[in-house]
């Protein structure tokens, strides 16, 4: 034996005859559907001697005649049939799964979607808008889950994250919603007792309540001063993993806290908490909407980020946009 061949890698009989199997099994059930390789190639969208070559190569492969042919009729062996029986409802499938993807991507939203959200966030914004975008798509199913934990799209098996900050992962998209506020804020009754920092330096003078994220890391309080981020970790007098256990502590009047617009807004406008350090507030953050791509998005997909977008930019969280970034302060305007 020459040692070439002694060398040569095994072949692989599927690896080396899918291409042209799959063709011409495609081909020959066609023609014994359509009783003719004419009719054939009109269904497949290709000529008729095309349709005659699939068929061709498939009978040399597997070295038997599957198509008695005419000239004036086509018809299947013996072995034809038994090969058509054996083959046609796997194509069948293959063709039906084919088709409900279509479905999928261009048909009515149906089917199941996983969102992950930073857990004040989606609780507070997201999950009272699913009862709504249900109703209009019902045959959406959702399985939400907050965490704050970074969001693994691939590991976590996540369709649509929301996230907030700043976007800095150049394998996501990230489409913003509204900006993300950032406010200093405490009760009434605590500016009452305790008076209220006018600078950032202040803070070390009051009772601070930290909220210390999934990771376990406390969340630093972020300011903007001359054009640079500034970020400050102040001792504090309590310490929690939940962003609702935090604003109910400062509604309590236990101390001040920086907290997202979104978590104080009802609160802001009830009166219920005052904010300060505005001038301060950093104005580059965003809550976003964030996906892997935008190529051959299944519809559910598509009308979910559509409607939250239009829904939260309609939920008039943005309140204190003017407050916020301290438009309203003459120390901001003249920074």
């Known amino acids: 034996m020459p040692p070439s061949t002694l060398l040569a890698p095994p072949t ?64 299947p062996t013996r072995e034809g049939d038994l090969f058509y029986a ?12 084919v088709e409900e993807m279509r479905d999928l991507r261009d048909g009515p939203p149906r089917g199941h979607l996983r969102v992950s959200s930073a857990t004040g966030f989606g609780r507070k914004v997201v999950a009272p808008l699913l009862r709504e975008f249900q109703a209009i798509y019902p045959e959406v199913s959702i399985d939400l889950l907050l965490s704050d934990k970074p969001t693994d799209f691939t590991s976590d098996r996540v369709d649509i994250a ?42 070390a003078n009051h009772e601070c309540i930290n909220y210390r994220l999934g990771s376990g890391r406390i969340f630093e309080w972020e300011f903007k001063a001359e054009g640079q981020i500034r970020k400050i970790l102040p001792q504090a007098r309590l310490t929690c993993n939940d962003p609702e256990t935090v604003l109910q502590a400062v509604l309590d009047g236990q101390g001040i806290a920086q907290m997202p ?18 001038q301060y507030a950093p104005d580059d953050s965003g809550h976003y909407i964030c996906y892997l791509s935008r190529q051959h998005m299944p519809s559910r997909m598509r009308v979910f980020i559509d409607f939250m977008t239009a829904r939260i930019r309609a939920s008039d969280l943005q309140c204190l946009t003017g407050l916020a970034y301290g438009l309203d302060n003459p120390a901001r305007q003249a920074a």
């Open 12 to 75: 692989d009989p599927l690896a080396t005859s899918f291409a042209t199997t799959y063709a011409g099994v495609v081909a020959f059930i066609a023609v014994v559907t359509e009783g003719s390789f004419a009719r054939a190639g009109d269904r497949l969208g290709i000529g008729r001697s095309a349709v005659s070559r699939n068929v061709q190569k498939l009978e040399d492969q597997l070295n038997v005649r599957l198509l008695h042919r005419t000239t004036r009729s086509t018809s």
């Open 162 to 203: 929301f996230r907030n900050g700043r976007m800095e992962d150049a394998d996501i998209i990230a489409r913003q919603i509204i900006p993300m506020q950032l406010l200093v804020c405490a009760s009434p009754e605590y500016q009452q007792a305790h008076g209220l920092p006018a600078v950032m330096d202040d803070l």
């Open 261 to 278: 617009g979104y978590l104080a807004c009802e609160a802001l406008r009830s009166g219920a908490l005052v904010s300060c350090l505005t």
């Open 86 to 97: 054996s083959c046609h409802s796997g194509v069948a499938r293959i063709v039906q799964a």
